[in-house]
């Protein structure tokens, strides 16, 4: 079981407003046919961030904060409704160009809307049903999830990440490998060298390099990812993460079949000799 977040820096432009990369996102669709291909029998949840898309207008309305519940008036807490209404309304324009991507290449996507789906608390998912995923997983369908909006008991309404979706489906689903590919090759260091392994142990030596992120992410950036995906390899030992560039073409085909697994940020919960030596 493996999941496979496509960022959305890499398949869009987050400097722009729906700005996508329309060959990028043929030749990665193209890349993960290709590695079904090899192994027909590959269990693959697919996963893409907003990009240019959901999080221009997450910022414009302060939705990951809270809706209605935040609003000073009734008219102010229609306005954070509609924004709320528009952001899901975004990531879905841009959901169906990757699944109909997917699609084109011959993989049977099918997408998964996360804010059918999860309930949520004060900015947290309490709970993702995942039956149906694992019904289509097992029916050889590849599921598509993304970043969404939620209820929120809480804030009324909130933003959960890609990540976030994935981490509350890992329970269930168990992968053992969670990738992440983006538009650089990894974690970068203070010197913009890819830091090849990181782990609770040496994340205070590397943490002062973690930066936000190009463009508008009303999610946090790499820093907030490399935290989150530490406390998710807590919680469950047996994952590790890889985080690398998209970009590189066929690296994605590659790293699907097990391949290429020295390339990129390794974040896992054994130490960082561990990670070395596992990986040659």
């Known amino acids: 079981m493996i999941f496979l977040k496509l960022g959305g820096s890499l398949i869009t432009d987050k400097t722009g407003v729906e700005t996508v990369r329309p060959s990028v996102l043929v030749r990665l669709a193209g890349e993960i046919a ?3 291909a090899v192994r027909p029998g590959l269990r693959l ?3 893409h961030g907003g990009g240019s898309y959901g999080h221009v207008a997450a910022a414009k309305y302060g939705t990951r904060l809270g809706v209605g519940t935040t609003a000073s008036s009734e008219a ?3 306005v954070q409704w509609r924004g709320f209404a ?5 990531m879905t324009r841009l959901n169906g160009l990757v699944v109909d991507a997917l699609l084109a290449a011959g993989v049977p996507a099918m997408s998964f809307q996360p804010s059918a789906l999860a309930q949520c608390e004060d900015g947290r998912i309490i709970h993702f049903p995942a039956e149906s995923i694992q019904t289509a997983l ?3 369908v590849v599921p598509v999830v993304y970043g969404d ?9 909130t933003i959960i990440s890609t990540e976030e979706v994935m981490a509350a489906l890992a329970g269930a689903l168990r992968p053992s490998r969670l990738l992440l590919a983006g538009e650089v090759a990894g974690v970068l260091d203070s010197e913009g060298a890819v830091i090849p392994a990181i782990t609770q142990a040496n994340l205070p030596q590397v943490e002062a390099a973690l930066g936000g992120s190009r463009g508008t992410d009303v999610t946090g950036g ?16 047996q994952l590790q993460i890889q985080i690398f560039s998209g970009l590189d073409a066929g690296l994605v085909r590659r790293i699907l079949l097990g391949k290429g697994t020295a390339v990129g940020t390794i974040i896992a919960y054994k130490s960082t000799a561990e990670i070395s030596a596992s990986l040659g």
Do not use: I, N, Q, Y
């Open 86 to 90: 528009e952001v899901h309304a975004a």
């Open 34 to 36: 290709a590695a079904r």
């Open 138 to 140: 097992e029916a050889g």
């Open 222 to 237: 790499m820093a907030s990812k490399v935290r989150g995906m530490l406390a998710l390899v807590e919680r469950f030992p």
């Open 76 to 78: 102010e807490a229609a």
């Open 149 to 157: 909006v939620a209820f929120d008991v809480v804030r009324g309404g």
């Open 45 to 47: 949840l697919v996963g």
